[in-house]
């Protein structure tokens, strides 16, 4: 059973940063989609960012150009810079480690942007 711990959430300003990082304890990490996904109070959860396998990335419309998705193999982590954050960014964060029909998530750690 793989595990995900997430790390970097906290309480920030607007227009501040955070950096969230996910560790894997998988053993073939390199090969999995790993992704940011976000649930805020009373609604869905959405992706955020994910970032596949080869390194390619992708962002919801709502964080490009402010968050970066990256990964480390040889560390199994995932992180997601977060920049010019917004109050509407205020959500659980979690971390999804995915391959077909097989998706591991993290506990989640809470962002919230406010003055």
């Known amino acids: 059973q793989v595990q995900l711990v997430e790390s970097g959430g906290g309480l920030v300003q607007p227009g501040g940063s955070l950096r969230l990082s996910c560790r894997s304890s998988?053993?073939?990490?390199?090969?999995?989609?790993m992704g940011w996904y976000r649930q805020a109070p009373g609604k869905e959860r959405e992706l955020v960012a994910v970032i596949t396998s080869a390194r390619a990335p992708n962002y919801a419309d709502s964080v490009k150009g402010r968050f970066t998705i990256s990964r480390d193999n040889a560390e199994k982590t995932v992180d997601l810079q977060m920049n010019s954050l917004k109050p509407e960014d205020t959500a659980v964060y979690y971390c999804r480690q995915s391959s077909g029909n097989t998706i591991y998530w993290g506990q989640g750690t809470q962002v919230t942007v406010s003055s």
């Open positions: 998988g053993s073939i990490f390199s090969l999995y989609s």
